[in-house]
């Protein structure tokens, strides 16, 4: 079992919205989840948005006004919402946390944007 879970890709029409949740498991001892990155076909892996200490957010510049990622109380739990899709938001998403000075990251979920 993967430290990390993510969940809630799939197909989704330009203008649609998706959840992504990313979810530490029995395995995440000591695990800080980070954020979201994405990685489309042919291109670097790249920041989408991440949240770290009392709730500090950042995004990239693409995705600001139209995804807002959030936590739950535990910190156990991080979403991504993504409203207004477009096509160029076709990648798979990665979820990525930190134990210690290491990076962790889950195993992706897929998010293709396409009428």
């Known amino acids: 079992q993967v430290p990390l879970v993510e969940s809630g890709g799939g197909l989704v029409q330009p203008g649609g919205s998706l959840r992504l949740s990313c979810a530490a498991s029995s395995r995440a001892f000591g695990i800080t989840i980070m954020g979201w990155y994405r990685q489309a076909p042919g291109n670097q892996r790249e920041l989408v948005a991440v949240?770290?200490?009392?709730?500090?957010?950042t995004y990239a510049d693409s995705v600001k006004g139209r995804f807002t990622i959030s936590r739950d109380k535990a910190y156990s739990t991080v979403y991504l919402q993504m409203n207004s899709l477009k096509p160029e938001d076709t990648a798979v998403y990665y979820c990525k946390g930190r134990r210690g000075t290491a990076d962790v990251w889950g195993q992706g979920t897929q998010v293709t944007v396409s009428s």
């Open positions: 949240i770290v200490g009392g709730g500090t957010t």
